[in-house]
């Protein structure tokens, strides 16, 4: 069976990590999300897929080649072009590389998935195509209920008794809202799907091929699923999906590493005296990371690996990418960070190098300063107290 991951967006809500990294290869625990998708994707017979991509494309594609360490079958349709040399993504949207694939030449012959290349799901894709087809749909929105509070973050689908989609509502109050079904970003559709959506040109699938199924009077539905589901959207999302994980939410993705006590998690040669921490789970700690003596870690929290705690040092509710180093005293609470980044939970950021507060936070591989013990201690304080004044 067939599928698509989209794959080409910019990914500019999750800024700073989309800055290098796209979207779909923020680690969930070491491992990509698309890996995760992959992976249920085969659980459910879908074994040759697409894949549309365009911002830092090479990245994804020199990652997953041509699937077979996988065990699917993945090729790649590119969406931009070549300036001075250099790669210039260019997306087309998402109907839009769907439709460029197809006039490629004609890979969606049967009914096949299109799934957004930034989330976690554990989702019965079986069930779900097995009611798309009962329904003779040509195209099914999988939703999810969520509550009425939650409703304002996303997209709301509309539709009668029978499932058959009616209207669409974008991030509706909770007042407006006429429905608490929202758009996963996860659709089946036939082969006529594409009697809707023009060539050689940028064409959406949420803002114009499926209001044009609504307007056509197409045979469109939606099914409401129970599953779990965690969209990437933006850096916030980012945060929750880790806690998610830790938390054993999501039943498809493991914790990975050695559990050395209840609820913490190591990669290999982590240099910690255990007697001399105080760590409460859940926690992970990546390979070759070392925590100093007197640091505290109080999870969900995730550090990456090659990290270096200093000594004093607090990670509370935090995530850690790899090569960070968080100097002595450092309360890090509520945080992400990410190279030179740190990023609070409302996606606010700051650019340590550019506050001077990198001798705080700082790259692990980096040679520190030389000073003298007593300048060393006064930059300490003074750095702390900056530190905390903007709220790391």
């Known amino acids: 069976m067939k599928a698509m991951i989209l794959a080409a967006g910019k990914g500019t809500r999750v800024r700073p990590i989309t800055y290098t990294i796209p979207k779909p290869m923020i680690p969930i625990l070491q491992k990509p999300v698309m890996e995760f998708l992959l992976e249920l994707l085969r659980q459910h017979g879908f074994n040759e897929i697409m894949v549309n991509v365009s911002h830092l494309a090479s990245e994804i594609e020199s990652y997953f ?14 969406e931009g072009r070549i300036v001075e040399g250099e790669l210039v993504g260019e997306a087309i949207g998402s109907a839009g590389g769907m439709r460029r694939i197809q006039d490629f030449s004609p890979f969606f012959d049967d009914t096949f998935v299109v799934l957004c290349g930034d989330a976690l799901i554990d989702l019965d894709l079986t069930a779900a195509v097995k009611w798309h087809r ?34 669409f509502q974008e991030k509706p109050s909770v007042e407006e809202a006429l429905s608490d079904c929202i758009n996963t970003g996860i659709y089946i559709f036939e082969p006529e799907i594409f009697d809707y959506i023009p060539s050689g040109e940028e064409y959406d699938i949420g803002s114009q091929l499926f209001p044009k199924l609504v307007e056509k009077g197409a045979p469109f539905y939606g099914v409401p699923m ?25 039943k498809n993705v493991e914790i990975p590493g050695h559990e050395v006590a209840p609820g913490i998690y190591t990669g290999l040669n982590v240099s910690v005296n255990w007697d001399k921490v105080n760590i409460q789970g859940p926690v992970y700690i990546g390979g070759m990371t070392h925590i100093e003596d007197g640091a505290t870690i109080i999870g969900p929290t995730m550090i990456g690996p090659n990290c270096w705690i200093c000594s ?14 968080l100097g002595p005293g450092v309360r890090l609470v509520d945080k992400l960070v990410f190279g030179r980044y740190c990023v609070d939970k409302t996606g606010a950021t ?22 003298p013990p007593a300048e060393r201690q006064a930059i300490a304080e003074l750095l702390n107290a900056d530190i905390r004044s903007i709220g790391v």
Do not use: C
Not at 350 to 371: F, G, K, M, Y
């Open 65 to 78: 080649r041509d699937g077979q360490h996988f065990g699917v079958q993945i090729a790649y349709s590119f």
């Open 134 to 167: 009962e329904k003779g749909s040509i195209a099914t929105i999988v939703m999810k209920t969520v509550p009425k509070e939650e409703v304002p973050s996303y997209g709301v689908v509309v539709t009668d008794d029978e499932g058959r989609i009616k209207a």
């Open 226 to 250: 129970d599953f779990e589901w965690v969209d990437i959207g933006k850096t916030p999302d980012y945060w929750r999906a880790i806690r998610s994980v830790l938390n054993g939410e999501i």
């Open 312 to 325: 004093g040092a607090t990670v509370d509710n935090s995530v850690i990418f790899e090569y960070a180093r």
């Open 350 to 371: 700051i650019d340590v190098q550019a506050a001077s507060l990198d001798w705080l936070i700082t790259d692990a591989r980096q040679a520190l300063p030389s000073h």
